[in-house]
């Protein structure tokens, strides 16, 4: 950190709304500390937090939660939403005690894929076609729908996320049956499948994810990514992302640009973003078309393959952002990147065997296993969880994207 950094954050103190199932937690924890911030955490979980004093605070209790907060005491600088599930109270105390914050309906439509698509279409940010198939639909109606669209299409639902509940499909006629097991994981996860479904065309082509921070309503790239091996379906299990993204500089300036369009759309004003792209090849040009947008910095472990100035870690980034200093998004790692273990098989996870081969890999910097072992585990598009992370840096995007494989390959994954 620099030293003006420090001056302007001395004595802060932040809001870190941490929900109860996330990845994110300990590396906001560090960051904070490495900072030198006083943070005081809200969440709905019983959390490895040490003897920090945590303020319950729960999502579908604002008013609760905004007053167990305020009456808490002492000031607060600025209010961080750690993942997805904690950006409502983010914003509702934000707004209570007049900090830089969201608003409510931009930080629900990012929730919502059907609402996120609504949006979109009504102010002309590129995506895919796309219809609703209502709650409880039979089997005729969901046909007559998907008749709207042309094939492939994907059917997915609103309220997951980490590509559960999303099938690609190729014809019309299967699109019940993709609807039935979409809302067989809906029921398992939350004991109702009454929620409409998306269905959308698919789009080929690269997938890339834009990570910024925004300021009153302005964009600092951080980090862009590319995404080598993203399936073609039909389920879509997010493997390999490599940083700094292979794009033209034409294309990729289209595509923040569309990115931005998109947060604009959404009514986005502050602290991170994750947007999610592929640059759709089928027109004769290079076509960057929005998937998703999320009011929150890169999911999972990924974050931990990047670093910025000053050894700044994204996390760091995000809460000097909420204070309102300004980032430097220069890159220090050089090429960064990450291979999350898609589970492959249902069972029982009995052992994962060479991680030290995985880890002596020349290239590899980390590997982090996050599922306990003797769990059980599922694929997608019924799974919920990936089996861990591998990071790489160093080199040609081509040598990180060689070392991952290569330790991939040295992992032996037993489910029984
Ligand atoms: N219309 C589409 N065309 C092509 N691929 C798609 C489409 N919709 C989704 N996908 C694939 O499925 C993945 C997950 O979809 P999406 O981002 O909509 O859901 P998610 O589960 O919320 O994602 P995340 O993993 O970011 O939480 C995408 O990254 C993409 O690879
Ligand atoms: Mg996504």
């Known amino acids: ?98 900090l830089p914050h969201n608003p409510m309906e931009a930080v629900m439509a990012t929730m919502d894929k059907r609402a996120q698509r609504c949006r979109w279409a009504a102010t002309g940010v590129p995506q895919p076609a796309f219809r609703v198939i209502a709650a409880g639909s039979d089997e005729y109606a969901v046909m007559s729908v998907a008749a709207e669209l042309k094939f492939p299409c994907v059917v997915k639902a609103l309220s997951l996320s980490g590509s559960q ?18 809302r067989r994981v809906l029921s398992e996860g939350r004991g109702t499948d009454i929620e409409p479904l998306l269905i959308e065309e698919y789009v080929p082509g690269l997938e890339i994810s834009i990570d910024a921070l925004l300021t009153d309503g302005v964009a600092t790239v951080i980090a862009v990514f590319d995404k080598p091996e993203m399936p073609d379906g039909p389920t879509f299990e997010e493997t390999m992302l490599i940083c700094p993204a292979r794009l033209s500089d034409e294309t990729l300036a289209a595509s923040v640009s569309v990115a931005e369009r998109a947060t604009r759309a959404l009514g986005l004003r ?27 910095s890169i999911g999972g472990l990924c ?9 700044t ?46 880890a002596d890999v020349p290239g590899i910097t980390g590997l982090s296993i996050s599922i306990p072992l003797g769990e059980t585990v599922h694929p997608l598009p019924e799974g919920d969880r990936y089996l861990g992370f591998v990071f790489g840096s160093g080199g040609t995007p081509e040598d990180v994207e060689a070392a991952l494989r290569a330790a991939r390959l040295r992992l032996r994954v037993v489910i029984r």
């Not at 509940?165 to 979409?182: E, N």
């Not at 974050?303 to 050894?311: I, K, W």
């Not at 220069?330 to 065997?353: D, K, N, S, W, Y």
């Open 303 to 311: 974050s931990r393959a990047l670093r910025f100035a000053g050894n």
């Open 1 to 98: 950190m620099e030293e003006n950094q420090s001056d302007m954050i001395e004595a802060r103190r932040v809001l870190l709304l941490v929900p109860r199932v996330t990845y994110r937690a300990a590396d906001f924890l560090a960051a904070a500390s490495r900072l030198g911030i006083e943070v005081v955490i809200g969440s709905d979980g019983a959390l490895p937090l040490g003897v920090r004093p945590v303020i319950p605070v729960d999502p579908y209790d604002l008013p609760g939660s905004i007053d167990r907060i305020v009456r808490s005491g002492g000031p607060l600088d600025a209010v961080v939403a750690v993942d997805t599930p904690m950006l409502a109270v983010a914003a509702a105390v934000g707004e209570r005690i007049g």
């Open 165 to 182: 509940g999303i099938l690609r499909v190729d014809h019309a006629t299967d699109v019940p049956v993709a609807a039935r097991r979409i």
């Open 313 to 358: 870690s994204l996390e760091e980034m995000v809460l000097l952002n909420a204070l309102g200093v300004g980032v430097t998004p220069q890159q220090e790692t050089g090429t960064a990147g990450i291979f999350m273990l898609p589970l492959e098989r249902a069972g029982v996870l009995h052992a994962i065997e060479g991680q030290t081969e995985a």
């Open 270 to 296: 502050h602290g991170p973003i994750h947007a999610e792209l592929r640059i759709d090849p089928r027109h004769g040009d290079e076509r960057p078309t929005m998937l998703e947008l999320a009011a929150r």
